[in-house]
């Protein structure tokens, strides 16, 4: 994505990023920054404390599309990949509740990490052939 003329991907954060939160938030543009929400601070996050972005290293957006009726959520890493434990957790909780999953990867080219991300499907097989031929006919996810 791009904020006010800046890329922004795992391992190039926002300019105007502290770690800790926006040095500019009064200025933040309509999207992506308002119109985001990062499942850590939605209403009744379902996601454990350990899970919050900084520790875990993932970003969840709960509800950023739907498939057959379902709500499909996204993962995106604080990185270049999703660290297992959080992965796993976010595969279960997508299992127990019936909401298939997409989550990302940076890629790497000629040993370098890239900005672009590779994108995998977790949930009914169906859901997963659907993301795969999405993906080979370079068509957007959402």
């Keep these: 994505m791009e904020i006010q003329g800046h890329p922004v991907h795992p391992g190039r954060p926002c300019p105007h990023s502290t770690g800790q939160g926006c040095d500019d938030y009064a200025n933040r543009p309509k999207d992506p920054c308002i119109n985001f929400n990062c499942g850590w601070i939605v209403a009744e ?62 890629v790497k080219e000629n040993g370098k990490f890239t900005s672009r991300q590779l994108f995998s499907a977790h949930g009914p097989a169906e859901f997963q052939q659907h993301i795969a031929e999405l993906l080979r006919n370079n068509a957007p996810l959402w």
């Design 45 to 106: 996050s379902p996601l454990p404390d350990w899970m919050k972005p900084d520790n875990a290293k993932v970003i969840v957006i709960f509800n950023k599309t739907t498939w057959r009726g379902l709500p499909v959520d996204v993962a995106v890493p604080v990185g270049r990949k999703i660290p297992p434990r959080a992965l796993n957790w976010l595969k279960d909780f997508a299992q127990r509740h019936g909401r298939p999953l997409l989550f990302s990867e940076q």
